[in-house]
Each structure stands twice: as C-alpha cells, then as structure tokens.
C-alpha cells in the first residue's frame, strides 16, 4: 500500500450519491499495523478511512477490523492482498458480517431489516455504522471461540468423572483456562466493545444514531453474555483442574499409607523373628 496506490479522490460515496451502498465487516487478524499507515492519504484518522477500490471506501481499526463500502467482490480482494503486510497474526479464515445501507435525505435515521437507513453518507455517519459493524464482527469471532471451548472442556469432564488419569488433562485445562482470560482481556481492553467510539465526542449529534445501531445489534447484551461464558468456561476449567489435583494428592497420600503400613509390618515381623 503506497501513497500512490491510495491518492485520495473527492469522497467517492457523496460523489456518487448512491441511494443503496453495501457494506461488509472482516475480522481479518489479532490487530492492524496503522502505524505503518500514517503516510498513506487518508479522510479520516480516528477510525482510519481510506480509499478501496474505484469508488469504494475502507475503514480500519487497530483490533483487526476492516469495513468496506461499496467495494466489489475483486477490489475488496485485492485491498485485502495489499492490507496484509499490516495484518499482525491474521486468522486464516476472517469472520464477516454484511449489511446495506439505504441513503435517503428525510429518512429517520437507524435500522430496518438487514438495512441500515441514513439522511447522508458523510464520512462520519459511514464511520458510526463502521464502528457498531466491526464490534459486531468481533463480538460473533468471540461467541464462536467461546463454543468451541465449550465443546473441547466436555469430554475432558466426562473423562475425568470416569476417573481416567491422564497429565495431558492438566495441560489441556491449564491452556483453556489460559485462553479464556487471554480472549477476555482482548474484547474488554483492546477492542473496547462497551466504549463509545472517540467520533462521538466531535459529533455528539450522531450519539442517536450510533445507539439505536448499538441496540440492534445487541453489542451490550452479547458483550455481558460473552463476560458470563468466558467466566463460566475459566471456572469449569479451574474447577476440573482441581479435582485432577486432588484425585493426584489422594494417591499420593495412600502411597503413604501403604508405606507406613509396610513400615510397620517389616518392623513387626523383625520383633517376631528376634523373639523367637
């Protein structure tokens, strides 16, 4: 991506005045260099929004997160080939999420269906519904992580209530706990989901529109709901983990037991022999 490749034309999506735009949200790695991005031309700053494709406009943040609008199947792929020297551990399949956008200048501003209905498409309007479809984009790679934590701690439970011994429980447990609190700690201090964008502050009149898309897409609920599950997966491990010690502490207290008992029977044996 240079300074060449992403010149910034007048504003394509006002240029255009489109009255139906598509957008589409990638969760494409763990996070996005956009410090190696400052020398690229650019309309915005805080989220970064750049030019994608002949007339289609992309914003980034720093979590992973891509949005696009109005960019066509091939120059979304192609963006994404330029974008990857930037992608810090990029997943090898990106979450995504779409919407359209419906731009009609006496509409009442919010969400009808799979649309997204707005007066205008300035730049700050596409970066509100950016932010809540980013969020919700991560929000759906979480809940999807937290299942398969789900499915992998179960047979690892089951196993354990059958009394089955194995070390390589411990260390599964230990690593689920471990990527348990590792995803907590990305969505709440990293990506911030529960936080209203820096934009707001510049233009609290949007403040209506971001919180009516906030509610739609339920960011606050499926946040607290992912809070329980992570806790309630980190909880089963730990407490699965302590029932694996303590089987492992029991042994270790009969061998013990077993020892003295020997002990004592050596020790009786010998007063036998000697009396005799």
Known sequence: MTDEDHAVPPYPLAKAAKANIGA?????????DLRSLEGVERWASDPVTLSAGA???????????VVLFDVAPLEEAEFL?????????PYPQPEMESLNLTIQPDVN?????????????????????????????????????IRQSFERIEPLAVDLERAS????????LLRYIGTALLSEHNMVGRVEVVEKPELLWEHPELERLYLRLEDEFEIQERHAALERKFELVSRTAQTALE??????????????????????????????????
């Not at 011994?165 to 599964?172: F, L």
């Not at 303590?246 to 036998?272: C, F, H, P, T």
């Open 55 to 65: 007339c289609g406009v992309a914003v980034l943040f720093r979590y992973g997160a």
């Open 81 to 89: 080939r330029q974008l990857r020297p930037f992608i810090q551990q």
């Open 24 to 32: 589409r949200a990638l969760l494409v790695g763990e996070r996005l």
């Open 243 to 276: 029932v694996l010690r303590d089987r492992r502490n029991l042994r270790v207290e009969w061998y013990i037991v077993i020892l003295i008992v020997v002990e004592i029977l050596l020790s009786l044996y010998q007063l036998v022999v000697r009396g005799t």
């Open 109 to 145: 501003e919010g969400m009808e269906g799979n649309t997204v209905r707005l007066i205008d498409p300035a730049i700050e309007r596409i970066q509100v519904v950016a932010a809540i479809l980013s969020k919700s984009t991560v929000l759906a790679w979480y809940e999807a992580q």
């Open 165 to 172: 011994r194995s070390h390589r429980h411990a260390q599964a």
